[in-house]
């Protein structure tokens, strides 16, 4: 997984810890995600694919609705 991701899994951990090395990452995490647990805070994780998916819907929706507001912006074009 880090290969494919680059070490984005771990987004939410390195911007607690910003200074904490990549490779140490995997061994905070848990620890995280169960403090998020155990206090009720979201910490929202899936698997590679459907990560993937919901990207690029999220995508999808963002460039959606930049078209609908350029196209009411310069009906002309």
């Not at 994780?45 to 930049?66: A, C």
Request: aromatic letters at 16%.
């Amino acid at each position: 997984m880090d290969w494919f991701c680059g070490g984005l899994q771990y987004q939410v951990d390195h911007h607690l810890f910003p200074m904490m090395p990549r490779h140490n990452m995997d061994k905070c995490h848990p620890v995280i995600a169960s403090f998020c647990k155990k206090w009720g805070v979201a910490y929202h994780e899936t698997d590679m694919w459907v990560g993937t998916l919901e990207i690029l819907d999220h995508l999808q929706h963002v460039s959606d609705e930049f078209f609908e507001e350029f196209v009411t912006d310069f009906p002309a074009m």
